[in-house]
């Protein structure tokens, strides 16, 4: 099972960036995708951005296409989210795992990183 860390989350006025991290360890190390998370008070936990592993192709949901770039490093076991052009509206919680083909999360998940974006 994979186990996952996330980082860097803050407090960022609008219009600043952060970027989170995930790092990934565990046995049998192997999947099609992982991807990042994000739930807001009184909110449902949505996705925002996937990344195939082995080739590097993206997918994003539609808010946040052009502020938002996934990466990741296969080296260090780890994946980026680089957030841009931060909203309000972005305000969560950001969490990441692994990800099936439908980018639906599976195994288990950190313990998050708050992501707070003032006005």
């Known amino acids: 099972q994979v186990q996952v860390v996330e980082s860097g989350g803050g407090l960022v006025q609008a219009g600043g960036s952060l970027r989170l991290s995930c790092a990934a360890s565990?046995?049998?190390?192997?999947?099609?995708?992982m991807g990042w998370f994000r739930q807001a008070p009184g909110k449902e936990r949505e996705f925002v951005a996937g990344i195939r592993w082995s080739e590097g192709s993206t997918y994003y949901t539609d808010s946040v296409k052009g502020r938002f770039t996934i990466s990741r490093d296969n080296a260090k076991n780890t994946m980026y989210l680089q957030m841009n052009s931060l909203k309000p509206e972005d305000t969560a919680v950001y969490y990441c795992?692994?990800?099936?083909?439908?980018?639906?999360?599976?195994?288990?998940w950190g313990q998050g990183t708050q992501v707070t974006v003032s006005s």
């Open positions: 795992s692994a990800v099936n083909r439908d980018w639906s999360p599976f195994g288990s």
């Open positions: 565990g046995r049998a190390f192997h999947f099609y995708a």
